[in-house]
């Protein structure tokens, strides 16, 4: 398949339509390999203009603003001098032939107008040799009349790939599928057309941006293989954000303020468009003042989280809720994706005051629609409990894109996409400490039944390496009671090797409560967020020893007439434990983010 991808804009390949191309192409490409059955191969630059060549696939990129390509001058020597040969000697001539060689010819540019820019315009005004003089009847409905082709199109398609700087394209596009309906015929062509198309220039959005164009490369897939899908037609009609989101972000995005007309510092700029992001469906029942204070410049800002929404002021500030103490170069830098808001804080490169609890649920009132990213990418931060009732909090860092992200459990294996639970690591634990003292016997072998059934509950959860470990041993230590071990030094022990599983834990990259905790951290990512990672280390030790001090009342207890409830006992502790470590998880990253 031979395809010719014309690039329209002026602005050639840092146009935001051409990111958009691109990508489709790259679907085509892996479209085209499928159906063949073979794989892909590095494609080599043949040519200045792009040309590339794999198996059975040949793709060539025209870019309009670097070539020679006068108006048309209507002489019509085309039709009666030279015919078929237009006068003006320019590089127009060799885009004909190219368009005749292209099976798919990808028409990408950005609305200019309500049309093609003006280059484009020649461009397509120049194809007069392609044509006959003679009137025709045009059979597809469109206009009173036309020209025959001068060649056989018959089977050439045709895609339209394009953006527009308003909120959507429904109903900008009028006069480019006028044009497109008298060149290829009515509704003959395939066309992905894209509003906000000036976010894809900005790396904080790229996160939302990015999900599109993975759509535009599945859209490039499927159209390879026979036509896009209804389904992705609809992913691709979709608003990157909502109307209200995208015009704040826009009238922001020029710095001139609104009443005056005068330019707005870079800060401010900066501040608006993150306001713009402010989700007014998390408001929380009472207004919030978030004071951005840009250390580097002596600038500071003020954004109200109200009901009907978020406003920047500049001065007359109020009492603030929360207050972010950062350069301005840090903050962009988090938002740009350059550098985690975890990591920034840990090495306090931004400090926060007051109420943590705004940062603490940053993607909550700033998430990026669809997907709860933080705004412009900052850390945001969540507090989050395991099924155990054991808690363990951090500050996450900028959330990835979800496939870019590989799902690799404690055991360093690809795993599919389940939750872990601690549940699964508790229940064995739990039914001997409570059962044995109580029954050696039917205590152990209610413990074994335990661990017989834990592998039903994989099927909807993640396994770890402490689930495994934990099964093992509660086996080996209901064997042993099982075989005549006394209740009064094997169930002490149990609880002793609990406790070094945890604490041991802490010397490996990940602590034990982190696979568990990081459910409600945007899974595996928050286990690259240093302060998470921290935090759980704290808390994993802190309940590592309390297991291994457990056994000395134990064993102690065991020896009395209270031996039988030693596991109602020492659940007193762990409860107070619980108390204190949802305490922690908050106050910790708080301490941290204050500096």
Known sequence: MKILAINGSPKGGSSNTWKLTRRFLEGMREGLAETQGKGLRAQRPRSQDGWTEETGIEIEEIQVNRLEIRPCLGCFSCWDKTPGKCCIQDDMREVIQKLLWADVTVWSFPLYYYTVPGGLKNLIDRQLPMVLPFMAENEEGTGSGSHPSRYDMDGKRHVLISTCGFCSAEGNYDGVCSLFDHICGKDAYTAVFCGQGELFRVPELSQRTGEYLEHVRQAGREYAQGGVRPETKEKLSELLYPKEVFESMADASWGIDRETGEQESDALVFTRQMAALYRKESYPGKDMVLEMCYTDLDECYQVILGKEGSRVITDGFGAATTRIETPVTVWHSIAKGEIRGDEALMKHLYRVKGDFDLMLNWDRYFGGIGEGEGAQGVSGAASGADAGGKTAGGIPGRRENARALPETGALGVCMPCKGTNMNILLIPWI??????????????????????????LFYRNRKTIYDILSSTLVTGFAVCSLLGAPGRLVVPLAYFSFGVMWTASCTRRIPLTAYYSMNQYHGEDALRNPLFVKTNRILTLLWGILYLLTPLWTYA??????????????????????????????????????G
């Open 431 to 456: 039914v001997f400490w409570a059962a044995v003292p109580i029954d050696g016997r039917w205590g152990s072998l209610a413990s074994l039944a335990a661990c017989m059934l834990l592998p039903l």
């Open 557 to 594: 207890v065991m020896g009395t007439e209270a031996g039988g409830w030693i596991g109602a006992i020492n659940s007193v502790l762990p409860l107070l434990m619980g108390i204190f470590t949802a305490w922690f998880q908050k106050w910790y990253p708080a301490k941290i983010a204050r």
